[in-house]
């Protein structure tokens, strides 16, 4: 417990630390659940991001991991999450940004190399823009995909289904078919809940009646 306190003391100052030194550049700082998190401004993510590698306080010399979040409601429906960790320090900081689907976000490559794929793995499932990527195209879906499949409103079915033509010897692209209707849901059915069932008749209730046949009832 004790360790867990002093941890959480050093990420609380770490957290105000990183308010003062980016200054302006902030729009949030959040320790929760045992993590740090902030917010910056979409324009500054480069120096932000250059600032917490360089700082002698911070030293957070790798990134971790780069995605994207959705949230289709809000006007800048994505958010951009970078994590960071410093060996030299043993913390780690989550960094956030948001846009939306038509404006970019700088491309951090040139402070880490790894941004790369994964900034392309951003464009790809969720059509996150990224200035300056040197080569920003999609890395997950094949050629000629359709949207971005992680978008909360992109359909499960998908656009486009592929399968191998044994005809053309080649793997051909078609519209999506469903194989099977969608259900139609009967909320009377004694299978649908427990007051369905006490309306509905099921094959045999008739003997609770006493209606058994003759000779077949519970003495017979």
Not at 13 to 21: P, S
Not at 173 to 195: H, I, N
Request: glycine share 8%; with cysteine.
């Amino acid at each position: 417990m004790e360790d867990k306190r002093e941890e959480l003391e050093a990420l609380k100052e770490l957290g105000e630390y990183v308010e003062d030194l980016l200054g302006e550049e902030v729009r949030a700082v959040r320790l929760a659940y045992g993590e740090l998190s902030t917010t910056v401004r979409r324009e500054s993510i480069v120096k932000v991001m250059t600032i917490l590698r360089d700082d002698s306080n911070c030293q957070f010399h790798q990134l971790i991991d780069l995605c994207g979040v959705d949230f289709p409601e809000r006007d800048e429906r994505f958010e951009v999450v970078y994590h960071l960790l410093s060996m030299r320090q043993n913390q780690r900081i989550r960094v956030k940004v948001t846009t939306d689907a038509a404006t970019p976000v700088p491309s951090v490559t040139g402070v880490f190399s790894a941004a790369g794929w994964f900034e392309r793995e951003a464009w790809d499932l969720y059509g996150i823009l990224f200035s300056d990527h040197p080569d920003l195209r999609r890395i997950l879906t094949d050629y000629g995909f359709q949207g971005h499949p992680m978008r909360k409103d992109f359909p499960l079915t998908g656009y486009v289904e592929l399968r191998y033509d044994d005809d053309q010897k080649r793997v051909v692209y078609e519209p999506v078919k469903l194989t099977q209707e969608f259900r139609t849901f009967d909320f009377l059915s004694p299978w649908e809940g427990a007051e369905a069932a006490h309306r509905a008749l099921l094959p045999g209730d008739e003997k609770a009646d006493g209606d058994a046949p003759e000779g077949k009832g519970d003495n017979g």
